[in-house]
């Protein structure tokens, strides 16, 4: 995704010479073809996001259009009240680009765990918030992350994740994409675990269940047209992001679904309640929390009670 990322916002920068790409500390071997280009447009302030966030908002006065990329813990937690007021506050197009999804820095620590990034960005006023699933997303989202008006987080992974759309797939912000039809079972994914989704619902496919994936690379604005029509028309719903369950996708979710009244089972799939312990690869995170396909289908089994 993030090569992905990357290779959009190039083309964009070709086009646009008010296109700015910001980031702090961070991009060496992945930026030096975008700052070769476009030296002008490029600017490292070094491990300084706060102050990265302020100089994208003073830009952005200035008719400018700004990325701005970090690590996704360090581009939301450390500038958060220059995010709130320079940008949120004054509603202006800096996009917030955050690199590595949850468990994409596996022998960092928590410090590097984007766990908490989707519920405090979601929370804005003004801000939207999106997680692709795939490079394909990634692309058509920083497109729209461009001509959106207002600021914008993307939370990307970094690690050659699969092409799940097909080329002909239209992904528009704040729209769910449908990835596979089915009565039986919806599962609503966000982010990275998009594969894990599709893969699970192979497997499913093959024990006679039939699952709707419905892949919610926008957060907010949140289609909630898609969930209310998915708790209506399937026995249950089952969430899956890599985020704290507390205040991420799965919980805007069930929101949806209390508000209307509606009665259908929901299943969240994410990150407890507290700071990941130990030590290893991001499979073995990821196991941890039952973020995978077999997570997918067991939660799927107990709410078809088999």
Sequence with gaps: MRLAFVDEITKLASRDKNVWLITADLGFSVFEEFKKKFPNQFLNVGVAEQN?????????????????????????????????????YQNLPVYLVGGGSTFSYSTFGCTHFSLEDLGLMKILPNMAVMAPGDPIETRALVRAAYNRKGPV???????????????????????????????????????????????????????????RV????????LDSAAIIKAA?????????????????????????????????????????????????????FLKKYKLTPEGIVKAAKKILKI
């Design 214 to 221: 419905l892949s919610f690379h926008t957060i907010k604005p």
């Design 153 to 211: 987080y993307i939370r990307i992974a970094k690690r050659g994740e699969p092409i799940i759309h097909s080329k002909n797939d239209r992904v528009i912000l704040g729209k769910s994409s449908k990835l596979l039809g089915g009565n039986d079972i919806a599962i609503l994914v966000c982010g990275r675990q998009l594969p894990n989704a599709m893969f699970a619902a192979e497997i499913l496919k093959e024990e006679g269940i039939k699952c």
């Design 52 to 88: 990265a966030i302020s100089i994208a908002a003073g830009l952005a006065m200035s008719g400018k259009k700004v990325f701005v990329y970090s690590i996704s813990t360090f581009i939301t937690m450390r500038p958060f009240e220059q995010i709130r007021n320079d940008i949120c």
């Design 232 to 284: 209506k028309e399937t026995k249950g719903l089952i969430t899956v992001e890599e985020h704290l369950l507390s205040g991420g996708f799965g919980s805007s979710v069930a929101e949806i679904v209390t508000d209307k009244g509606l009665h259908t089972p929901l299943i969240r799939l994410g990150i407890s309640d507290e700071f990941p312990r130990g030590v290893g690869s991001q499979d073995y």
